[in-house]
C-alpha cells in the first residue's frame, strides 16, 4: 500500500531565505508524486507534479522539487521564499494502476515565512 | 466564475441528524472526489465519481452516501451523524485520472454537537 511522510510539522522560515520541505514516500510499484498548497481557508491547489522523464520538476510561484527513487524523496524547494508562501504543503503519492489511481496524501507541513 | 463551488461552507447540526454538502464544477471535468480533512489536518480521499458512476469508495460508513446525477456534480448525504464527523468536507474534480491535477472547492465545515 502506498504512503506518505511528511518529516516536518511546521517549518519557520525568514523571508527570502530559502526553504525544503522533506516528503518520503512508500510503494511496491511505481509512483506519481505530487506537492498541494493549501492556503488559510481554501481548499487545495497543485504546486507540481512528477509522472515521469526529469526527475527535476519546476512548479509554480518559483517552487521545484527533485524525485530520488533510491531514497523514495520528493523533497520541495523555493531559493526564497516570501510573505505569500505562507500557507500548509501537502505531499501525495499516487501508485500507477492504470486508470485506478488515488492519491494519498501526508499530513502536511506548516510553512511561516518571518518577516 | 467559481471552479468547483460547494455548499454549504459551514454546517452545524446535532448527533444523529441527516444531513447533505452539494458539490459543482463548471469546468467540464469528468471525475469528481470527495475527500475528509479532519482536525490533523489529515486529508483522506472518500469517494470518486467518473461519468457518474462510482470508481472508489474508500471504507466509507454506510451512512455516506454519494450521488452524482451528472457530470458536473457530486452531492453527498450523511445519515445518523456521529461526533466522528465532524471534519472539513472537500470537493474536487479533475479530467480524466486521479493523477491529472485535481481542482478543488473551499471545503465544508461539518461540526456535530
Known amino acids: 500500500a502506498q504512503s506518505v511522510t511528511q518529516l516536518d510539522s511546521q517549518v519557520p522560515v525568514f523571508e527570502e531565505a530559502p526553504v525544503e520541505l522533506r516528503c518520503n514516500y512508500s510503494?511496491?510499484?511505481?509512483?506519481?508524486l505530487f506537492w498541494y498548497v493549501q492556503y488559510p481557508n481554501q481548499g487545495l491547489q497543485l504546486l507540481l507534479k512528477?509522472?515521469?522523464?526529469?526527475?527535476l520538476v519546476k512548479g509554480i510561484n518559483g517552487f521545484e522539487a527533485e524525485f530520488n527513487k533510491s531514497q523514495t524523496s520528493f523533497h520541495l524547494r523555493k531559493p526564497s521564499v516570501h510573505i505569500s508562501d505562507t500557507a500548509e504543503y501537502f505531499c501525495?503519492?499516487?501508485?500507477?494502476?492504470?486508470?485506478?489511481?488515488?492519491?494519498?496524501f501526508g499530513t502536511g507541513t506548516r510553512l511561516t515565512i518571518i518577516p | 466564475d467559481t471552479a468547483v463551488s460547494q455548499t454549504p461552507k459551514y454546517l452545524v447540526t446535532q448527533m444523529g441528524n441527516d444531513k447533505s454538502i452539494k458539490c459543482e464544477q463548471n469546468?467540464?471535468?469528468?471525475?469528481m472526489y470527495w475527500y475528509k480533512q479532519d482536525s490533523k489536518k489529515f486529508l483522506k480521499i472518500m469517494f470518486s465519481?467518473?461519468?457518474?458512476?462510482?470508481?472508489i469508495n474508500e471504507t466509507v460508513p454506510n451512512r455516506f452516501s454519494p450521488k452524482s446525477p451528472d457530470k458536473a456534480h457530486l452531492n453527498l448525504h450523511i445519515n445518523s451523524l456521529e461526533l466522528g464527523d465532524s471534519a472539513v468536507y472537500f470537493c474536487?474534480?479533475?479530467?480524466?485520472?486521479?493523477?491529472?491535477?485535481?481542482?478543488f472547492g473551499p471545503g465544508t465545515r461539518l461540526t456535530v454537537l
Open positions: 474536487a474534480s479533475s479530467q480524466g485520472q486521479a493523477y491529472n491535477e485535481q481542482f
Open positions: 510503494s511496491s510499484v511505481s509512483v506519481y
Open positions: 512528477y509522472l515521469s522523464g526529469s526527475t
Open positions: 501525495a503519492v499516487s501508485e500507477i494502476n492504470f486508470g485506478n489511481e488515488k492519491l494519498t
Open positions: 469546468l467540464g471535468h469528468d471525475t
Open positions: 465519481y467518473n461519468n457518474k458512476e462510482l470508481i
